[in-house]
């Protein structure tokens, strides 16, 4: 029970100190929040200078000291009011989030969990047949596709297969004919548009996850419980599950919990590349436009996301291997 | 050999297979693999609406208010303007289909039409009008658009004349003042008058007498459908807007022919797009447009030597800029920076002299001849070269220039690659190119030309009024080191003696007047030399004919074809749009 309070204690201790990080640097970037506006609409202020002139009053530095302000943003984060974005003016940022993150849990999630999965069965596999045929593929063939960045097969597979042989939708999260809701109609079209970007993430992804799970087990297979539980006489599945992937999968199982902590940031290359309307691009743009109150709510999002990981992990930990339990 | 390893293990290779047979399943069938291209909201045409896309965008929010930035196609297709000018100079009369002048121009009548509704259905009367064209004084001060609460304020009186009369009482008269009609859209005063903060508010469904009612929205498209009770024959039954996150899913969509009509700037233009399908494809980069020319603040020494400034300009290889640097989308800008888009205005007594200043032949020996003008005029300014060729001012120190630049914008970083080479070759200036990495870094640099950058002009209007007053009127000017963002004065320059001329021009109507002025103005900025007019600012628009036909080209300007967030000069467009046969 200490354990659990002293944990969560450090946890706590780990969001204040990456609240306050949260509200200085997005601070310490050059350029004031109407200048990304500037840029945006510099044609329409060539004709129509005043354009901008309410957006120049509304998003003006405030004048009170910056302590002042950091109190007032910690009580804002308490009471959960993210205020007014700056870059979607005058949308409250809850509203930019509440569009956005939805679309980046599903597409990053989803390839997440599938990459670990996949990747975790594929080394178990592959470790447990070492030598043969599928270590000499699956291994290099897995790590040749990770070296690629993901930007870069997005868009190789979005011209060939998307646009070429049209095999996949060319952009966004859904089509236009279907309306959001638990309809079927709507999955269907939302699973059909995540298919290529989760394929090229998963692609990109699976080396990392194989190599560690198939090193790991190695070295577990070496173990002498192993030679035990076949001299007991049980199946080679179930030696391989139950006793040698058991073990060797925690390691793999932090950073699984580490990366869907992450998964809230989005994944921007590929948003970028397949227009698919998530959090990555949001955060990349609300960061450039010194948004910061989009800003500062979703980095909140991600440390708070991240650490909920990382907690859930540690107290799964304590439950997984029992050696942790002792002091 | 051990139990464990022997190959003859099946449960390994089943679970494999199982996990790659059960993915297939689990995939969405297709009923064929191929895809049309499909517009997105078809029905059995495929594609019912003009779509329109832009590249670069947010996913959108439902942000639809005309002063706060909204989204595309909120002013034009829902909010409309009593009256604007479009580039080609020509005057549309909209929501007001008559504008007379009296009282020796101090008083402008303006007659609505009658039988405009807002899209929600009731009427729109001089009661609208008076209360939008008053937004700084009726819902507050950051809203006005007309100059109602400037000190002094040239506008005595707007009130209602009837309920489709509007009159406006002028304490001078201004014949710029109807330009500022192009910025002030028709709000429904039923709606407003209900907001607590207009300022705050976002217009989710926006109300007005536009052609166009707000049907769907989500953060990757919205569609505006035509409505029954527009003012004007509409030919075409929706628009959509649809999320582009970057050029390369923008340029897929312009390529399988989804989006008919973009703002995108589109390199080699030709071979990328419209070679895939040429009689469908097309574009218009029109040259109707302000001079990008490269400022220095004027009130620094040296850039103060007006014969710097004109040596600089006399050097620069603007041809090679233009079919280097920009393509050969932006044609070289004359000395005066107006020439494209105000042909009919310039003096052709000045034209020889402009040419002097601002030479576009492109080959070795004009440049070697332009080079030995330039340093003639140099020495007779005072400058001297030292043993290495570098340039000295008057003073003894040598000149520096730092252009700055944001390294994505290529096009402008190689035409500022080609300026440093004719500066340093031609005139022994020590040139430094700096690359900014953002707009964030370069825009406070730029708008207070602590270091020289290209910019932009704000020569918007029908006439060349707003060229010469940005640079020379003194009230445009801001103390050096600070932002010129709102008067565009980049130079920190003005010319008193030009301000007579520039009222004068301000109190007549006559065309024959005003060319008089002009052409006053233009020796004055010859011989000034405030800025560098180096190339012309194209205006981008591509589109497409295979779903929809009526658009705007070269040889028929009959509005801009890049439409605008913030500006009306292409509004004509939307009612022009009809079906192809």
């Known amino acids: 029970m200490l354990f659990i309070v002293r944990r969560i204690g450090f946890y706590l201790v780990a969001l204040w100190s990456a609240v306050t990080l949260n509200f200085l640097l997005p601070r310490l970037m050059p350029g004031k929040p109407i200048d990304s506006f500037y840029s945006k609409y510099r044609f329409e202020i060539q004709q129509n200078p005043h354009f901008l002139d309410s957006l120049k009053i509304e998003l003006g530095i405030p004048n009170t000291p910056i302590w002042q302000q950091y109190i007032t943003y910690l009580g804002n984060m308490l009471h959960g009011n993210f205020g007014i974005s700056y870059s979607y003016y005058p949308t409250p940022v809850i509203d930019v989030i509440r569009t956005t993150l939805p679309w980046t849990l599903l597409l990053a999630g989803s390839a997440t969990i599938l990459a670990f999965t996949i990747g975790t069965f594929l080394g178990i596999v592959v470790a447990w047949r070492r030598g043969g045929i599928f270590d000499s593929i699956l291994p290099p063939v897995t790590i040749f596709f990770s070296a690629f960045p993901a930007f870069f097969l997005a868009l190789l597979l979005l011209y060939t297969l998307a646009f070429s042989l049209g095999w996949f939708p060319l952009e966004h999260s859904y089509s236009g004919e279907t309306d959001i809701g638990l309809n079927w109609a709507f999955i269907k079209d939302a699973i059909d548009h995540a298919l290529l970007p989760v394929i090229v993430i998963v692609l990109t992804g699976i080396g990392g996850w194989l190599l560690g799970m198939r090193n790991v087990m190695i070295n577990t297979l070496a173990e002498d419980f192993i030679s035990m539980a076949h001299a007991k006489g049980l199946s080679d599945f179930r030696v391989m599950m139950m006793y040698a992937a058991r073990n060797a999968i925690l390691p793999n199982l932090t950073g699984f919990a580490i990366a869907l902590g992450y998964t809230v940031g989005g994944l921007t290359l590929v948003e970028t590349v397949f227009s698919y309307p998530g959090v990555g691009f949001t955060l990349v743009n609300a960061s450039l436009g010194s948004d910061y109150p989009l800003v500062q709510a979703l980095l909140l999002l991600i440390v708070v996301a991240v650490l909920l990981a990382n907690l859930v992990v540690d107290l799964i930990y304590v439950r997984l291997d029992p050696r942790a339990r002792t002091q | ?4 390893l022997r190959p003859s293990f099946k449960a390994s290779y089943v679970l494999l297979i199982a996990a790659v047979v059960g993915s297939i399943a689990l995939m969405p069938s297709h009923t064929t693999l191929a895809r049309t291209a499909v517009g997105h909201g078809t029905n059995a045409s495929g594609h019912a609406c003009v779509t329109a896309i832009g590249s670069g965008d947010n996913p959108f929010t439902q942000v639809f208010n005309p002063y706060a930035a909204p989204n595309d196609f909120s002013w034009g297709g829902v909010y409309e303007p009593l009256t604007f000018y479009v580039p080609s100079g020509k005057r549309y009369m909209w929501l007001a289909s008559k504008m007379t002048f009296a009282n020796g121009g101090k008083t402008i009548n303006l007659t609505l039409r009658q039988n405009v509704t ?59 003042f109807i330009n500022n009609f192009n910025n002030v859209m028709m709000l429904p ?13 976002t217009d989710p469904n926006p109300v007005g007498t536009g052609p166009f009612k707000l049907t769907r929205f989500n953060n990757q498209e919205y569609i505006l459908t035509t409505r029954k009770g527009y003012w004007q024959p509409m030919h075409i039954s929706c628009l959509e807007r649809l999320y582009e996150s970057g050029n390369d899913s923008a340029m897929l969509s312009m390529l399988n022919a989804s989006a008919d009509w973009t703002h995108n700037f589109v390199q080699d233009v030709q071979h990328v797009y419209v070679s895939r399908d040429p009689a469908h494809f097309h574009y218009w980069y029109s040259t109707i447009s302000g001079p990008i020319g490269l400022m220095m603040d004027d009130t620094k020494y040296p850039y103060s030597i007006k014969a710097l400034r004109e040596a600089i300009s006399m050097v620069i290889d ?7 640097g920009e393509y050969g989308y932006e044609p070289p800008a004359g000395a005066l920076g107006i020439e494209h888009q105000y042909p009919k205005w310039i003096d052709p007594k000045l034209v020889k002299q402009d040419k002097a200043l601002a030479p576009t032949n492109g080959t070795a020996a004009a440049m070697a001849k332009n080079v030995t003008a330039a340093k003639a005029l140099l020495t007779k300014a005072g400058f001297t070269w030292n043993g290495s060729g570098a340039l000295i001012d008057p003073k ?36 430094n190119l700096v690359l900014d990495p953002d707009w964030g870094t370069w825009w406070p640099i730029a708008n207070t030309q602590s270091q020289t950058t290209l910019l932009w002009t704000y020569s918007g209007g029908p006439t060349p009024y707003e060229a010469f007053n940005e640079f020379f009127n003194p009230a445009n000017v801001t103390a050096s080191g600070t932002d010129e963002e709102t008067p565009g004065d980049w130079a920190h320059f003005a010319d008193p003696s030009a301000l007579p001329l520039l009222n004068q021009w301000a109190h007549t109507y006559s065309k024959k007047t005003q060319l008089a002025l002009a052409y006053k103005l233009e020796a004055k900025q010859l011989s000034d030399f405030p800025y560098i007019p180096v190339m012309v600012g194209a205006v981008w628009f591509t589109y497409s004919t295979k779903y929809y036909t009526g658009w705007p080209d ?26 192809a046969k």
Request: glycine share 8%; hydrophobic share 35%; charged share 15%.
């Open chain 2, 1 to 4: 050999m051990m139990r464990w």
């Open chain 2, 118 to 176: 807002f899209n929600d259905g009731k009427p729109f009367t001089s009661a609208d009008a008076v209360y939008s064209l008053e937004a700084g004084k009726t819902i507050n001060p950051a809203f006005d658009r007309i100059g109602l609460l400037s000190k002094p304020s040239n506008i005595k009186s707007v009130k209602a004349d009837g309920a489709y009369g509007v009159q406006i009482n002028l304490v001078q008269a201004d014949s710029t």
């Open chain 2, 189 to 201: 005063k039923h709606i407003w008058t209900k907001q607590t903060d207009p300022t705050k508010w």
């Open chain 2, 318 to 324: 603007r041809q090679h800029v233009y079919s280097v």
């Open chain 2, 396 to 431: 003894g120190n040598a000149v520096n220039l730092e252009p700055h630049v944001i390294s994505g914008w290529t096009d402008w970083v190689a035409s500022l690659k080609i300026i440093t080479q004719n500066l340093q070759q031609g005139l022994g200036i020590n040139v």
């Open chain 2, 554 to 579: 070269q040889k028929h300007p009959y509005a801009n074809g890049e439409w605008g967030a913030g500006t009306s000069d292409w509004i004509p467009i939307l009612s022009h749009l009809q079906p």
